[in-house]
């Protein structure tokens, strides 16, 4: 995690919100209208539609218009399917609108007007997280901000997995393997008992799912990680989505190109685990 102060203009910005929310496509079109009185050229989502505002089809149409800013209204759900299509560093103003925790988020819908004269004012900071991608048979599949998860496909038989980072290697049987970020160590890898780390650490964590003989979770540079099972497998990204791995393929997980960038109004040291209670 980089805090950067930084001139951001609101020239062109997304408004994304959580699918089939009520409350959070209310105020999305309300966040919408009041970017439209700034004089901002405002992208929402189809079903949203706001006159004055462009609507576009899908979140992959993203990639190909040039933004200052998004606006993300729902749960740490909605902010995670838009950094998955987000290829360059645009930054992210979240918004807590009808999740559940929303440990990624910054504010309520409450604080938006204070949110966007602090942006204009340029009284904001830059966010910037690791964020890991996956390949294997010679594609690379969409990036993942919290952590890739590699399933054993066949429930009934435990794989043998093997897992190398740099001049080191680990093989046992287990169910599958957690590669997470710093930004993820509050989620599936800490609820199998990984560590939490600083959002600012440039490591990945690896944790094992269900080892046959106890094995602690590794944190590990974020540098390449080869993984290879003796089952099929699934690859698993943010819990959203999931792509196939045939058994002894060479599944190999690294930093992305590209971190995820968050707008924070306030600096806050492990801003995610004062969300989780701590």
């Not at 609101?10 to 929310?21: P, T």
């Not at 099972?229 to 698993?236: L, R």
């Amino acid at each position: 995690m980089q805090f950067l102060e930084n001139w951001l203009k609101l020239q062109n910005v997304a408004v994304v919100s959580k699918v089939g929310n009520k409350d959070s496509e209310k105020a999305a079109i309300n966040v919408t209208r009041k970017l439209l009185a700034k004089k901002s050229k405002v992208y929402t989502i189809s079903p949203i539609q706001v006159q004055g505002a462009k609507t576009i089809e899908s979140l992959e149409e993203l990639k190909k218009i040039k933004l200052d800013l998004v606006i993300t209204l729902g749960g740490d759900g909605t902010t995670l399917r838009v950094f998955r299509n987000l290829e360059n560093e645009t930054p992210i103003l979240t918004i807590n609108v009808g999740g559940n925790r929303g440990i990624l988020a910054e504010i309520t819908i409450d604080e938006i007007d204070n949110a966007l004269n602090q942006i204009q004012k340029d009284k904001f900071f830059l966010d910037k997280r690791t964020r890991v991608t996956a390949s294997c048979g010679g594609k690379e599949f969409p990036p993942a901000l919290n952590e890739i998860y590699i399933s054993r496909t066949n429930l009934t038989k435990t794989a043998e997995i093997e897992i190398k980072f740099q001049n080191d290697t680990v093989k046992q049987k287990m169910d599958g393997v957690i590669v997470a970020t710093p930004s993820g160590s509050t989620g599936h890898s800490f609820s199998l008992g990984g560590p939490i780390l600083h959002e600012s650490l440039d490591v990945l964590i690896i944790t094992p799912v269900a080892p046959v003989y106890r094995l602690e979770s590794i944190v590990v540079p974020d540098e390449k990680i080869e993984i290879i099972s003796s089952h099929d497998c699934n690859i698993v990204m943010d819990a959203q989505v999931v792509k196939s791995a045939g058994f002894e393929e060479t599944i190999t997980i690294k930093k992305y190109k590209k971190p995820a960038v968050f707008v924070r109004l306030k600096k806050r040291g492990l801003r995610q685990m004062s969300k989780l209670g701590f």
